[in-house]
């Protein structure tokens, strides 16, 4: 039941102005990039490198300085404005005088519709949060946020999933679990996914397909098809080809970076954007 | 244009606009004639001829805010130390504290005209205000050393006062800066109310007589010099707090 | 903590909590004694509480209008405070226009104003009602507005992402966001509005307890002026603590 729009970034650029620089600094500098609907799509990046960006390119956070970006052939803008993106960032961004519930609803209460409870419920389920409905985000464990925030990021059933470092903030070892989980509720969904992260681990556990960027400006390097079938099991990470494919992209990202590179670069970008 | 210089051309904008409306409501007698329009007051308080009573009202204001600023400033800080360093009084003098700035000013006056005299008055009521804001900005920044610093200092063996001395006061430093810039104002005001209870001169005996003999542009030029002492030495306490927090924050 | 304190003995509760205001107390009444001061000059701390004792309705009936008018004011104050944080949040002028102008005038002593205002409304209280509109409305406006400015980390980004109306990112995150903040400044507030409603009843009112003090105090009644004092002390004082459990709880909800 693979479902969602496509995504197509087209030759996009994006410049930010920077104090004291008359030419600012490019984040992104001619970038492609074809989402099909139903794919998921992991890119990786060593910090800095613009990733982020191109999610917010996406998110219609920023505007692209050249090229474009639509989702589904509409602009990324008026996507958002009938409310069918869905988002999770390293920060869960959950409000905390709200419940888990009613922090789950709250896209439902922004669009202006009535709130789906068995949509929720569903969800809740699945995310595994079924006793914390009434929790707020304070009493709940690192680990249990993010999945608040990835259930609230597919409860309008959204057009495309956008997600910027979802368990950048974990330990590793709720992250490999927490990956085992978005496995499993990406299976049941499967709606086109742009996933930002820096561990090739997770990158090529989840996503269909692997880009690899390099920074300085951002632009991709490189591009591998992932070959596991789906559903994946864990025991795929200990499997001879996910060792010699994380070698290998691991090799993709320490790809020299120009020297002719600003000074100020990536940290800058990302205190920009933040 | 950068966001920093349209916010201030908009924040001389928002002054110009009131100082404008001010001299207009003033000048049309829109709120009668205890408006009167700033151009008037402003007249009035460059006056060469009324300059000696202006100049005295202010010197013995001022005098009496800077002598309560360090009375209160010196009290708060002892209080907040002792507290700080000897744990089982610090309930009982946050307590203290909170009454102390519960008591009404205008009681203040009479009690501090017995215990003092009418001179020292304005100056003990000024000290009031200000020892309860420095007791409360050095006691919440006694408390900013995080844990991880206590933990260094223990475990290279300070003591208590080293602790105090190296790691405690010089991470209170901020906070006590916003202490003292707020507790300017408050001084004034306690310079103020403290003048109503016999003072020989000063703005709040200025502010006073005008008000009784209804010499409504001299209260204004009175309300007008409070305003300004308050700004001046305000607007220096910013700077000094800007410094901290550069250097301690 | 609380179960801690509830453990302790009564009388090293009382002493560790309040030898500083015993100390005051005694200190007071050995100083009036010692000196033998006239009661006219300055009464005992006791002989003001025999007063109290003895004329409960004269400061029940004073107390009730200087706490409806410092109440009124407050509630007034902090609603229109927090309305001009929230027209400054929604237009980036009227925030560039504001904010100087509330810096300017949160550093300027209000009880100058009085007169002015006086002479402006009236001797009457309408001048109170506006002293304490006025007092509260810069800790309002203020803690606001800084609140209304700080949401959680990422949830600007994420009302923007999921299409939010610049209406509901106000209702459902800037103006629960700033709950926390309109706490602290109702606490610093709620303490205010009763002082300066005093000093405004002590200037230019015809009752509350500030009228009650300047006119027993001229008429030499000591102990009834200092009897309102006392009075106005332990109301500012609970209002401080009161105003402080309801920010505690706001922060528990909020924060």
Known sequence: MAGGASITIDRASKRFALAGSSEGVLALTDLSLEIAPGEFVAVLGPSGCGKSTLLRLVASLEQPSGGSVSIGGAAPGLVSARHALGVAFQDHALLPWLSIHDNIALPFRIAGRRVDEAAIARLIELVGLGRFETARPRQLSGGMRQRASIARALVLEPEVLLLDEPFGALDAVTRRQMNVELQRIWSARQITTMLITHSVDEALFLADRVVVMSGRPGRIVREVVVPFARPRAPAVMRSEDFHRLVDDLTAALEVPEPESSPPTGGEAIGSVTA | ?249 | MEAAASKRPLLLRLVEDYWGILLLLLAWQLWVVLNRFNPIVMPTPVAVLGDLVDHPMVYVRNVGITLAVAAFGLIAGMAVGTGLAVAAWFSPVASGLLNPLTVLFSSVPVVALIPVIARLLGYDTSTVLAIVVIITFFPSFVFASSGLRSPPPGSEDLFRVLGASRLSVLWRLALPAAMPNLAIAFKLAAAHAILAAMVAEFLMGTSGLGYLFAKTKSDFQTEQAFGASVVATVISATAFLLAGLVEKRVRARYA
């Not at chain 2, 204001?61 to 600023?69: F, K, N, P």
Request: include cysteine.
């Open chain 2, 1 to 249: 244009m950068t966001a920093g210089a349209r916010n201030a051309l908009l924040g001389a904008m928002g002054i110009a606009l009131f100082l404008a409306l001010w001299e207009t409501i003033g000048q049309l007698k829109l709120a009668g004639i205890s408006w009167p329009p700033l151009s008037a007051v402003l007249e009035m308080l460059t006056d060469e001829g009324r300059r000696p009573l202006f100049q005295r009202a202010l010197v013995a204001t001022l005098q009496e805010t800077a002598q309560g600023y360090l009375w209160g400033t010196t009290a708060g800080l002892a209080l907040a130390a002792l507290a700080h360093l000897v744990p089982p009084l610090r309930r009982g003098s946050d307590r203290l504290a909170a009454v102390l700035n519960s008591v009404p000013s205008i009681a203040l006056g009479p009690i501090f005209l017995v215990l003092l005299s009418r001179d020292s008055t304005p100056a003990a009521v000024s000290s009031i205000h200000v020892f309860f804001i420095v007791f409360v900005s050095m006691g919440s920044g006694l408390q900013r050393a995080t844990p991880a610093h206590r933990d260094l200092f223990a475990v290279l063996g300070a003591d208590r006062l080293k602790r105090f001395w190296r790691l405690e006061l010089p991470a209170a430093l901020p906070a006590l800066a916003s202490g003292l810039r707020l507790a300017w104002p408050a001084a004034l005001i306690g310079a103020i109310i403290g003048e109503w209870f016999g003072a020989s001169r000063g703005i709040g005996i200025l502010i006073i007589n005008a008000m009784q003999n209804f010499q409504i542009v001299l209260l204004w030029c009175a309300v007008l010099l409070a305003v300004g002492a308050s700004l001046v030495f305000y607007g220096l306490l910013t700077l000094l707090e800007r410094a901290a927090y550069a250097r301690f924050g």
